[in-house]
Nanobody, 122 residues
Framework: QVQLVESGGGLVQPGGSLGLSCAAS????????MGWYRQAPGKERELVAE???????KYADFVNGRFTIARGNAKHTVNLQMSRLNPEDTAVYYC????????????????WGQGTRVTVSS
């Protein structure tokens, strides 16, 4: 099992910055990538950014150069530095990790943190 714990959410002014952090523990064998998703009220959860063990990075289109995902200095941590935030960024942000391996076919197992709330108030 994998446990994910997020920190860093809070209230931010439009145009401001905020950093999120996620720490993973448990059985981390075959964890292919870690990243961040977010979910606003009444909307589906959506990818924000992810980084693989090989340091391949993917950002959602709405990031538009405003956010940076990176591995933390501590083992099994991932950070998301957000800047130029706007009210549309208001959501609960969830840390994600997924295990990828093969049995008779490719398997992906997702793990989720409890979420940390980001509010951008105008």
């Amino acid at each position: 099992q994998v446990q994910l714990v997020e920190s860093g959410g809070g209230l931010v002014q439009p145009g401001g910055s905020l950093g999120l952090s996620c720490a993973a523990s448990g059985n981390l064998d075959y964890i292919y990538a870690m990243g961040w998703y977010r979910q606003a009220p009444g909307k589906e959860r959506e990818l924000v950014a992810e980084i693989t063990g090989g340091n391949a990075i993917k950002y959602a289109d709405f990031v538009n150069g405003r956010f940076t995902i990176a591995r933390g200095n501590a083992k099994h941590t991932v950070n998301l530095q957000m800047s130029r935030l706007n009210p549309e960024d208001t959501a609960v942000y969830y840390c994600n990790a997924y295990r990828a391996y093969y049995t008779d076919r490719p398997v992906r197992e997702d793990y989720w943190g409890q979420g940390t709330r980001v509010t951008v108030s105008s």
